[in-house]
Nanobody, 116 residues
């Protein structure tokens, strides 16, 4: 089993920045992909970004100009740096870990609210 714990969410003003963190623990094998998804109220869940253990990244189209994902393999930690935040970025952000075998683990989510 794998446990994912997100932190760093909160209220931020439009144009501001925020960094989300996700710590993974449990039975973690080297080859995995960690990432972030989000779900805004009344909308479908969407990809924010993913990063593999070799550093390869993939970004969602709606955010790729404004975010950066990184990871620390030694600490099983993934970070999401978000800049120039907009009200439409308001959502619950979920950390994920996908194993080589395709199993997906989800965190409980952290709320990000962009509002003045």
């Amino acid at each position: 089993q794998v446990q994912l714990v997100e932190s760093g969410g909160g209220l931020v003003q439009p144009g501001g920045s925020l960094t989300l963190s996700c710590a993974a623990s449990g039975s973690i094998f080297k080859d995995n992909v960690m990432g972030w998804y989000r779900r805004a109220a009344g909308k479908e869940r969407e990809l924010v970004a993913t990063i593999s253990n070799d550093g390869s990244t993939n970004y969602g189209d709606s955010v790729k100009e404004r975010i950066a994902i990184s990871r620390d393999n030694a600490k099983n930690l993934v970070l999401l740096q978000m800049n120039s935040l907009k009200p439409e970025d308001t959502a619950v952000y979920y950390c994920t870990l996908t194993t080589l075998g395709g199993r997906v683990y989800w965190g409980k989510g952290t709320q990000v609210t962009v509002s003045s």
